[in-house]
């Protein structure tokens, strides 16, 4: 055998030709051989054969065969049949598609005998999964095995078997489909079949596929095809709630969900970036929507990525945010969804930002302050978890008692009296509550805003932890006389507060604030303040009100207003004839008898309050008459009486004691039970009738007063 330019070549020789005539002579030989068609090949083979007799060429006619190469042909289609190809397109994650196998065609007017044919196609079982539905259908028309046409395009899978295992789907012919391709009718046209095998996307990503074909022992590989599929971004709202104002360190942050914070301090809600697998959906769109819960203030935001090694990067510019009443909205912009699109594919893994909102947390609200943001991402949206702080403010007292602890809010009371205001610190609302260093370095104060023209400024003050009844220290009080004599840290506080204050006012400071939240606030301790606060002398009448302040983290509370009235006296004294007319400043000669109307100002005790040390000093009232000109008998003593002039009747007089001192020219009503006295005839005026005689020889002006004593308190009649 050797090799020529257009092939091959080989020679049948005998090798004693007369011995070999003298054996073969006569008769015909054939000479037979196989050979087996190169893969890859198409075309025509010609051949031909020369029999040499003794230097005499006789050639054979040339024969010639037509070669069509197997050739697989691999496709996708979204369903069997579809003459639409959908190789190397973008599908969704979990959607079905069909691989077309395209068989080799058998060409007609063929010589050759499908004896096997199979194909078997490795699925990427990674990111696709086969369903187990598949289809062979004829490629051309077929005759069948009853002599009738079977149709390109009918479905012809009972005439296959379809096997899956270990990843490998395979399809063989069965011998009755081989046996209709090899008949002669069939065997003179064109022959082929598509099979289509259904495969579900799992995973996102490129899947490359190709198929082999086994057609009598010659295995042929298909062309490749693929497609992509991008994993779909399903919003994921995830919130936080810390304490302060944070923006680094953001997944190493404290959370404070569930716990109580305290009013005026600021937290930071934490808007949770999702993770962006490889191979993400391309972000086109980028939204949150925070609606603040009654109790929260906005203050602003940031925005970082944080990616898994904890590095951040800022990127607040990328966002925008709008306001709406107590909504905020945060939209991404384009630069920021360049950053979160790695290439065309999404080829890395990304991070959506993390939006710190911040916020103030209201001063006058009670209660629990719940809080969940909507994240959208492509049109689709998520709810996020609820995250829940609970506020609670002070609710300072003020009580207002006298120096025998009773309570005189709104009563009236005498000159030369005391005012003890307890001041009640209600710093266990907030135990166990979380504040940051700047709220607690605000500050802890009392601020009472006293009447300075009715009392005077405080000598003395003491605190008591209501816990242990003990007395405490670690505080300063300090008085102004006004606003402008105070620090700049006390007037900005009041400020900050709209606490106007009026003249003098006192403040009592907690002088570490640290230490104090640490003694008091945290652990749940109330304090009460003890200010005893004397009228001054020169208030004699009218009514004051007052109220203080409780200042917890720089933040002002106001106390209930207290009030009292200091007692007005005002006696009187007159003189009338005997039809009840007014003598005063008139003549009047020896012997006349004068008949003084003197009134005991009792209307000023309708709602009084008293301590035993007032009481001890008396409630009286008397006449300091001129014994040198009126001389007064046991008649005239006699004729005196107390007239109540709201019931125009005598009052009992058991209940009052008159002492008269003649040498002195005085007498003297004295009430024998004050207390009882005030609370018979408190409210009303008393008419004191009182006669005396003009002495023979009295010459000059006859000059009388009376004056009224209210516990050590004297007030004199003209």
Same mark, same amino acid.
């Given at each position: 055998?050797?090799?020529?330019d257009?092939?091959?070549k ?26 087996k ?12 054969a020369?029999q #040499?007799?003794?230097?005499q060429?006789?050639?054979? =006619?040339?024969?010639?065969n037509? @070669? ?33 196998? %395209?068989?080799?065609?058998?060409? &007609?007017?063929?010589?050759t005998?499908?004896?096997? /044919? ?14 187990n ?17 079977i149709?390109?395009?009918t ?11 270990d ?24 022959q ?10 799992i995973?996102a990503? /490129? ?8 057609? #009598?022992d010659d %295995? ?29 360190n ?50 602003? *935001? ?7 090694d ?8 990328m966002?925008?945010?709008? !306001?709406? &009443? ?6 991404g ?8 699109? +790695?290439? =065309? *594919?999404n ?12 916020a103030?947390?209201? !001063?006058?609200?009670?209660?629990? @302050? ?32 006298? %120096? ?6 709104g ?5 030369? +009296? ?29 601020? &009472? ?10 000598a %003395?003050?003491?605190?008591?932890? &209501? ?20 620090p ?45 606060l ?21 933040e002002?509370?106001?106390t209930n207003?207290?009030?009292n ?6 006696p ?14 008139k ?9 003084y ?23 009286s009232?008397?006449?300091?008459y ?14 005196l ?22 040498a ?7 009430a ?5 006295f005030?609370?018979? *005839?408190?409210?009303?005026a ?12 009295a ?20």
């Open positions: 055998v050797t090799k020529t257009t092939g091959f080989f020679t049948v020789k005998a090798k004693d030709a007369k011995k070999f005539l003298e054996t073969y002579g006569g008769q015909k030989l054939n000479i037979s051989y196989n050979v068609v190169l893969d890859g090949v198409n075309g025509q083979i010609s051949n031909i020369i #040499n007799n003794f230097g060429s006789y050639k054979t =006619e040339t024969i010639k037509e @070669i069509k190469d197997i050739n697989p042909h691999k496709d996708i289609v979204i369903n069997a049949g579809d003459t639409t190809s959908i190789d190397g397109s973008t599908v969704p994650l979990n959607s079905t598609y069909n691989y077309k196998l %395209e068989s080799s065609d058998l060409s &007609d007017n063929r010589a005998v499908a004896n096997k /044919w199979s194909v078997n196609d490795k699925i990427d079982v990674e990111h696709v999964a086969t369903t539905q598949w289809k062979v259908l004829a490629r051309y028309d077929l005759v069948g095995k009853d002599g009738k046409t149709k390109a395009g479905d012809i899978s009972t005439l296959f078997e379809y096997n899956y295992k990843g490998v789907v395979t399809i063989t012919p069965k011998v009755d489909y081989l046996a209709l391709v090899n008949n002669d009718k069939n065997r003179a046209t064109k082929g079949w598509d099979a289509y095998v259904q495969v579900k996307v995973k990503g /490129w899947v490359s596929n190709t198929f082999n074909e086994n057609f #009598n %295995e042929d590989k298909s062309n490749e095809v693929k497609t992509f599929s991008f994993d779909p971004i399903n919003p994921k709202g995830d919130k936080d709630v810390n304490s302060g104002e944070v923006s680094d953001l997944d190493k942050q404290v959370s404070i969900n569930g716990k109580q914070v305290v009013p005026g301090d600021t937290v930071s809600f934490q808007l949770k970036g999702q993770p962006l697998v490889p191979y993400h959906e391309t972000v086109k769109e980028f939204k949150a929507e925070d609606t603040l819960s009654e109790g929260l203030e906005y203050l602003g *935001y940031k925005a970082f990525i944080v990616g898994d904890g590095k951040q990067v800022d990127v607040t510019s966002i925008k945010a709008t !306001k709406s &009443d107590k909504t905020v909205t945060y939209i912009t384009e630069e920021l969804n360049k950053l979160l699109n +790695s290439d =065309e *594919y080829t890395k893994a990304s991070k959506t930002p993390t939006i710190v909102l911040y103030k947390v209201a !001063k006058y609200f009670n209660g629990k @302050i719940d809080n969940n943001y909507k994240l959208f991402i492509n049109g689709k949206s998520d709810i996020s978890n609820t995250v829940e702080i609970e506020n609670k403010t002070p609710n300072p007292a003020k009580e207002d008692k006298n %120096e025998d602890g009773v309570d005189i809010n009563k009236s009371i005498p000159r030369n +009296s005391t005012n003890v205001f307890y001041l009640h610190w209600n710093a266990s609302q907030y135990k166990d509550a979380i504040a940051t260093k700047d709220a607690i370095q605000k500050g802890f104060y009392y601020v &009472d805003d006293y009447p300075d023209d009715a009392l005077q400024a405080p %003395e003050f003491d605190i008591k932890d &209501d816990t242990t009844g003990k007395s405490v220290d670690g505080f300063t009080t300090m008085n102004y006389a006004s606003l402008e004599d105070a700049k840290e006390i007037q900005d506080m009041l400020k900050a507060n709209g606490i106007e204050v009026k003249g003098a006012f006192v403040v009592i400071k907690a002088n570490d604030p640290q230490k104090f939240f640490d003694t008091y606030v945290k652990a749940g301790h109330n304090l009460t303040i003890e200010l005893p004397t009228l001054r002398d020169d208030f004699n009448a009218g009514s004051y009100k007052n109220r203080a302040f409780e200042i917890d983290f720089g002002g509370y106001p207003e207290v009030e009235t200091v007692i007005k006296n005002t009187d004294k007159d003189v009338v004839d005997d039809n009840g007319k007014s003598v005063k400043d003549y009047v000669t020896a012997g006349d008898i004068m008949h109307v003197g009134t005991w100002d009792l209307t000023g005790y309708k709602n009084f309050a008293l301590t035993k040390g007032q009481i001890a000093k008396g409630l009232i008397f006449d300091d001129d014994e040198n000109i009126l001389e007064v008998n046991d008649l005239n003593k006699q004729a009486t107390i007239i109540d002039s709201t019931t125009n009747k005598a009052i009992d007089m058991s209940m009052v004691e008159v002492n008269w001192d003649d002195h020219g005085k007498w003297t009503v004295s024998k039970d004050p207390q009882k005030l609370e018979t *005839y408190g409210g009303h008393l008419k004191i009738n009182f006669f005396a005689k003009v002495k023979k020889d010459k000059g002006d006859i000059k009388n007063k009376i004056v009224q004593n209210d516990f050590g308190n004297e007030t004199e009649t003209d």
